[in-house]
């Protein structure tokens, strides 16, 4: 079995139904539909070209896209030539693109004409001059090229289970991005358990205007359809009137986002005199950072529909999830999937009981091996038992609910606070701060203290002017001393990836 293979099963059911609805949302391009059978056609044509210009298994083809038909054209071309998808983030410029470029050795780059200028400051002169780029608008050039190629028509090669299917690049927010390698069979056990574990159904309808380069819209969202049979309706961005609009009147069955769009939607929601009838929409679905308790209560309080949390990583696809039938706990990521196994260990790495706070392991089909040419990195990022299995250490602080299961995430090991011996997990103050009236957001960073090694600072956005004095006074009353921030920064934005994930490390340290 690889993707191509599961591909098939959701496409053999109805092959001449919608698989992918595409709108710009900002209402810039026409509309574009395409069936399965017309995907699938597509997706043979490319990958055979792909063949022709010598791309052979186990090379990687890169996509510096946005989120267009044409990127899953060229995703699923990539799989049927057995190929190596490596996606890449639009927002990425000269160094990034050239650590990416350089590192994965792509043999084909794909981009967009507006992406040109970015590469031709790199291309030659930091990236290999044999890297071969093809633009989507060229499409039907390339392709008659690809056609009078003198090379002789060979069947296109089958991958297997184990075989490389992506090459995901982190976000590198503590240093250089690196690539996770994801076989066919580490995606599938990914997709297989959330087709399970969320009732998906050939019916349903996916809104998705997450970027397709990142895994929870990749991996989550369009894979799954596509196992499926579902149809994506797939927008270039978030807008927000298009996205209440179509969710209103019927448009989808299920939608995924990343807390920013949730605190969006609430703010537009809030402001309405009669809240808009979501009836239709069966599952909301949040990921790729925590959701602030206060965003999930009041999202379910203003459409009577609560969100289901869930838990995912480049290198693991997803691991944990609040239930579909079931009681979602905000704040919670739930409890592990289908095939994943989680412990919770101390800094020696021994098994700490339910309700004590530890770094979160990893193991099961769906996580990664390795990443990509770094086999140092590699050796850091796993632990063996006493029994000799390999656990992946995730860098994520974790405590786990004595009564319900639920595990419940306090941040990234490297953001820990320690402040005179003690812990302090900046997710507990961040989620406290934005309580208190007119703080929009919060992110809380530990900088150096002469008396107390490391002192909690909190970046607030504020959506009216806030007494620091007042703050403190409630700050007190909801937390323990020596979690209190010592210094309070009020900015207009925190620092984001694409996917919203706040940027730590481009907060001032110290200053």
Known sequence: MNLTNLFAIGRERQPDKTAIEFKDARGALAPQQLSFAALQRTAQEWAAAFVRMGVQKGDRVALYLCNRPEFVIAYLATLEAGAVMVPINLRYRRRELSHILNDAEPALLIIEEAQRPVLDEIVGIEVGPGLKVLSVEQVDSWLDEADKSESDEAALPVARG?????????????????????????????????????AWQADDVLLLPLPLFHTHGLVVGLHCALAMGATVRLRTGFDADETVSTLANGGASLFFAVPTIYTRLVDILAQESEAPDFADVRLFCSGSAPLPAETHNAFERLTGKRILERYGMTETGMNFSNPYAGPRVAGTVGTPLPGVFARIVDAEGRDL???????????GSNVFDEYWRAPQKTAESFVNDALGIRWFLTGDLARMDPQTGYVTLLGRRHELIISGGLNIYPREVEEMLTTFPGIEEAAVIGEADAEWGEAPVAYLVCSCEVDEAELERYCRGQLASYKLPRRLRFVEALPRNAMGKVQKHMLVRGG
């Not at 309700?355 to 990893?362: D, F, P, V």
């Open 162 to 198: 184990e075989d490389p299917a992506l090459i995901m690049y982190t976000s590198g927010t503590t240093g250089t991005s690196k690539g996770a390698v994801l076989s066919h069979n580490h995606v599938l056990a990914t997709v297989t358990g959330l087709l399970s574990a969320w």
């Open 353 to 363: 009981p339910a309700g004590e706070e530890g770094e979160l392991l990893l193991r």
